[in-house]
């Protein structure tokens, strides 16, 4: 595991468990939000992003936070370096609690998040095999699976399971 990239719907904990693996691995984490909105939340032009993203992923070792949804032009970029993708599944109303509690969000985001697994989750399938069929892919449905994930890889197997 040397180039991850972590995807999963607004909410899902996608920043956290990035950093929480780049503890664990050692691995730089780069949280892609930072890099593709502009202060005035404005997005970053898809030729200047893809470009952005085949800079980051010449990066010999790497863990690339974010899932841009609807606006990530450049997503097959990143899926075609990575040898593990993560996928958070966790439902709408942990996401959407998850949201609310981290501060306001547009009427965009909050339309992809509730349209996810409808529309979000089919066409990173798709990415997945059409540009990672040689990734090792790894799909959290809970945040229990999280922890188990991340206890598999540190050895510690006498962390709680809670």
Not at 1 to 13: D, Q, T, Y
Not at 59 to 73: F, K
Not at 130 to 137: I, K, Q, T, V
Request: hydrophobic fraction near 45%.
């Amino acid at each position: 595991m040397r180039r991850v990239v972590i995807l999963g719907r607004g909410g899902a904990g996608k920043s956290t468990l990035a950093r929480r693996l780049g503890d664990v691995t050692e691995l730089p984490v780069i949280e892609l939000d930072t890099l593709f909105w502009q202060p005035d939340l404005t997005a970053t032009a898809p030729a200047r992003w893809a470009a952005r993203q085949r800079e980051l992923v010449q990066r010999d070792a790497w863990i690339l936070d974010g899932d841009l949804g609807p606006y990530d032009s450049a997503l097959d970029v990143r899926l075609r370096a990575a040898d593990t993708i993560v996928v958070l599944d966790f439902s709408f109303p942990r996401c959407a609690w998850q949201a609310i509690r981290r501060g306001r969000e547009r009427a965009d985001f909050w339309r992809w998040v509730w349209a996810y697994r409808r529309r979000g989750l089919p066409r990173l399938a798709q990415a997945i095999t059409a540009h990672a069929p040689h990734a090792d892919l790894r799909l959290l449905r809970s945040p229990r699976a999280v922890r188990r994930f991340l206890t598999g890889l540190s050895g510690d197997d006498q962390a709680p399971d809670r």
